[in-house]
């Protein structure tokens, strides 16, 4: 079947009429389906080939090389990248040229190291190749079969891969457990920490994460705790813990502490709406950081200065005192 004058002209103006593969200017192109079938012309299943590439996609074994549709999936994408970057930013075409040949010769490079992986029936490694490489689609197709197969996964490996998705709730609690045991006890505070954080165990992996930066100073070894309190911070987990205790805050009714955690997330319209929902309790109270914050939030600068300059004295009155005694 035809594929349509519509979509042909589509594909072929992502990949600028060149062949995704080899990116040899000039050369005739043909379009390819991926899956085999000629009637799927969606255009995830399409890729511009010249014809030499196209005959790699067809040798079944031998001495060639065999071009397999999900090889040719990784160079179209990188490829499309390639060409919109060149359209939208106008880059020099020196430095295009450059980049290309870098970015081809990475693709080429992923491709021997997954098929050698895949003669392996190393199938973690591949998933992990293509969440380098930044395909989904196959990445998960890939952990689908590491943790189907014969062998399986470790625990570990299994946690690892499910971050990599996302869906960290996949991971039964008994292994999840099993992995937690088995790292406490070897004293293994980085992976443990690693293991509470993809999981969603925020408390956890900050406390793992402080016990390995705590080890690692008193051990003298600076650049591991750097590495460690610097990935920590990267994961956002002094956040986690700031939503944690708002959360405390709540359940317990503490509005001073749940003004500050909103704060020190920087949360503002939710911090303005908790101070105008609690207005009456707030100018009923005798916490004047309270009202400093409500009168901001209200944009009352009458209101707001009256209070700071009754705030200011009475804090500094309390001070004087306190160094008298």
Not at 191 to 207: C, F, M, N, P, Y
Request: net charge negative; proline share 2%; glycine share 4%.
């Amino acid at each position: 079947m035809p594929i349509p004058p519509e979509t042909a002209a589509n594909v072929l103006f992502d990949s600028d009429r060149t062949c995704c593969v080899c990116r040899t200017k000039g050369k005739p192109v043909q379009i390819h389906h991926l899956d085999g079938d000629n009637s799927n012309h969606s255009v995830e299943n399409l890729a511009v080939l010249c014809f030499d590439c196209h005959t790699e996609t067809q040798v079944q074994g031998g001495f060639h090389r065999k071009l397999d549709a999900e090889q040719v999936v990784l160079y179209r994408n990188d490829w499309r990248n390639i060409v919109a970057r060149e359209r939208t930013a106008a880059l020099p075409r020196m430095r295009l040229e450059k980049s290309t040949s870098r970015e081809a010769r990475d693709i080429e490079i992923a491709t021997r190291v997954i098929n050698h992986f895949r003669d392996q029936h190393q199938y973690a490694f591949i998933a992990m190749e293509y969440d380098r490489l930044g395909n989904n689609q196959l990445r998960d197709k890939y952990i689908e079969k590491a943790l189907s197969s014969e062998n399986g996964c470790d625990e570990d490996t299994e946690i690892y891969l499910r971050g990599l998705q996302g869906k960290p709730e996949l991971v039964s609690k008994d292994r999840a457990k099993l992995a937690i045991k088995r790292r406490t006890s070897d004293r293994q505070w980085s992976d443990l920490a690693r293991i509470h954080k993809t999981l969603g165990s925020w408390q956890e992996a900050v406390g793992a994460y402080c016990q390995s930066i705590a080890d690692s100073l008193n051990h003298g070894s600076l650049f591991t705790a750097a590495y460690y309190l610097q990935e920590m911070c990267e994961a956002g987990l002094q956040a986690r813990l700031f939503e944690l205790a708002l959360r405390e805050a709540e359940e317990k009714g503490e509005l001073w502490w749940q003004v500050r955690c909103l704060q020190e997330l920087g949360w503002e319209h939710e911090l303005s709406a908790l101070l105008i929902a609690r207005r009456d309790d707030i100018e009923r109270s005798e916490n004047d950081l309270l009202k400093l914050e409500l009168y901001k939030a209200l944009g009352n600068d009458e209101m707001f200065y009256e209070t700071y300059e009754r705030f200011r004295l009475g804090n500094l009155s309390t001070r004087f005192k306190a160094r008298d005694k």
